[in-house]
Structures are given as C-alpha cells and as structure tokens.
C-alpha cells in the first residue's frame, strides 16, 4: 500500500479516515437435519460473508478520490459505512471529526451522496420544489440557498426544467437535479455512486465539469466509485483500488499506470510504406501505410532499446509512445490478478 493512509489535511486531521474497517455480514442458512421426536426438519448453521476486510486510508479536504474494484469487491459496504448506514464489525472511522454511524444526523448534514439508480427528488413535484423542501429539511438559510441555486442552475443548465414535474425529466435533467439537491446545504464531502451510469456523452460531460469545478473553487471533498473509467480518468488523480474487501492500491492514476500497465505502444511513422515490421521484442505489429504500431512489454525490453532497433532497421520521420488507458490497466488487473506484474519482473530480474 502507498503512504495514501497517511495523507493529511492542512490542518493536521485528514477529513476522513479509517482503520482496519471490517464488515461481516451473518446470515443463517437451514440446512436438512435427521428427523425424530424431539428434532426438527431443519438445522440453523450461521454463514459469515467478509465484505470489507481491514481497510484503512485517509483522505484529505478537497481531495477527488476515485473509489473502485470489481462487483462485490466491497466498494458500496465501504460508503455505506461512511455514511452511517452500516456499523462496521470491527475497526474505526472519522468523517470530519464525526463516527458517522454513532453520530447519523450530524453526519448527514456534512455530506451529500448521488447514486446513479436512485433519486432523493420527489416524483411528483416540479425540481424547484424538491429543492425548496431541502432546503427546509437541511434548514439552509435563505441568501445561502438562492445563491447555491443560482450558481448550480447556471452550471448544471437547469433553467429550462426547474418547473418540471421530476417524474417527466429525462434521466440527464434528473441526474443533474439529484447532483443540485445532494450540494444544496454546501457539504464538505459528497460520494458519488456510478453518477453518469446510463447518460449520454453530453451530459456525462456537463456532469464531470460539474464536479471538476466544485471541487477546484469550493474544495469539495469527493469519493467517487464507478465501472465507467473515463469518469475517473477525466476527475480524479488519486484511486483506492479494492478487491474482495481488501485494499490493493492506493495512490496516483498514473502511479497505477505504472505499475500495472506494462504494455506500451510505439507508433512509427515510417519514411516509405512496408508490409510488416521485424523488430526483436515487439509483441504485436499493426501496419497502415507508413504507421506502424508496436506493441511491447516495458518490463521485458526499454523504450530506448525498442526505438534504437526500430531507427537502425528502418528509416523513420517520427516516432511516439502511447502509454496504457486507465481502463486497459483495470481490465488486466482484474484478469491476470494484481500480483502478476511483480511477478513478472522478478521473472526478468
């Protein structure tokens, strides 16, 4: 693990943090028992599923986290517990000075949550007044309110369907009305549940540029966990990377890069058109033209070593290097395991 679980805020105390948080979920599974007098049918045998196993990191005000791991790996358990839903088994958390399962309703007030699938509008009422009603429950005064409303009308381009009933907005104005009503009260932290899960290109974007702007000028802290990577690619600069309820990695975007994107493109553009390319090292070759795509292992054989081989054997006008997308790296993590890349440069050590 990085040194993520000892970052700290300018003020010395991280705005959340947690320590060895576990969670054990129990049920009980009935099993066939031997049938006599005083026996019953069934036996009763408690089933214990591990869901979050000793997490511990901490984050600082203002940081945009991207929280994320396969299904099932214990992202959703984790919020849950941040946010006082869940009381973990064993193991602490602080969310800005509060154990927010000891402490819900103080808790509530110092955060918002946006979940993709699920809206805290009313289905009935025009969005203005579901934010009115908001601003009733969270009791946010009103210069503070009409300002908040203003500033989020313009950025989220609500004007057009503030009077609209919410159950006649598309899935785009509804999921930029939920983003309005969950910063309304101006929390300090926000989690936000697959946000952009079902929208289109444009509104993923009005929604990224949303969180990108509260975050730099209002120093927003936001957790984000999703399956769309491009969310987390274009937001976030740090990821907590967790898988069946353990933490992985925690660190930099391209720190994760690094580490588990061992594969790297080359693209050649060649003085004159060839059929193939024969370099030694080089995994796979796509050929179009003069463009030439080598595809290596930096673990196996340098950039340096590639481009030195490829310029002695052919005569070349340009050449670059196309690092691995964020999702490519995720996606052979999950396949190959996430040992497989030390494992492999001990091979080559």
């Known amino acids: 693990m990085s040194d993520g679980a000892h970052r700290r805020s300018p003020g010395g105390m991280p705005i959340i943090e947690t320590r060895d948080l576990r969670k054990v979920f129990r049920s009980v599974k009935r099993t066939p028992g031997a049938l006599g007098a005083l026996k019953t049918l069934f036996s009763r045998e408690t089933v214990e599923r591990v869901a979050v196993e000793g997490i511990t990191m901490s984050l600082e005000a203002g940081e945009l986290v991207g929280y994320i791991g396969p299904n099932g790996a214990g992202k959703s358990t984790t919020i849950k517990m941040l946010t006082g839903i869940l009381v973990p088994t064993s193991g602490s958390a602080v969310v800005a000075g509060i154990v927010p399962w000891a402490e819900r309703k103080r808790n509530a007030r110092n955060i918002g ?10 289905w009935d009422l025009p969005l203005v007044e579901s934010f009115e009603l908001l601003r009733a429950i969270y009791s946010i005064p009103q210069a503070r309110y009409r300002k908040n409303l203003a500033d989020f009308t313009a950025l989220l381009e609500m004007d057009d369907f503030l009077q609209t009933p919410v159950r006649q907005l598309s899935l785009g ?8 009503a969950a910063l309304l009260h101006d929390p300090p932290i926000v989690y936000l549940d697959e946000p952009t899960i079902g929208l289109d290109v444009v509104a993923k974007e009005a929604i990224r540029t949303f969180v990108a702007e509260l975050n730099r000028d209002r120093g927003t802290t936001f957790i984000l966990t999703t399956h769309d990577l491009a969310d987390v690619e274009r937001l976030c600069r740090r990821i907590v990377l967790i898988d069946e309820g353990k933490l992985v990695y925690d660190g930099p975007v391209e ?91 001990e091979r080559v050590t």
């Open 113 to 122: 949550v946006v979940f993709g699938q699920r809206s805290q509008l009313y």
């Open 173 to 180: 104005q509804r999921m930029r009305g939920d983003f309005a």
């Open 255 to 345: 720190g994760l890069k690094e580490q588990y994107g061992t594969h790297r493109t080359l693209v050649v553009t060649l003085a004159e058109p060839h059929t193939g390319v024969d370099v030694v090292g080089v995994e796979s070759v796509e050929v179009e033209g003069v463009v030439a795509r080598l595809r290596f292992d930096r673990s196996a054989v340098s950039a340096e070593q590639l481009i030195r081989r490829v310029t002695e054997a052919y005569a070349v006008t340009d050449l670059s290097i196309e690092e691995p997308d964020l999702e490519s790296v995720i996606r052979r993590i999950y396949r190959d395991g996430y040992d497989a890349p030390r494992a492999a440069a």
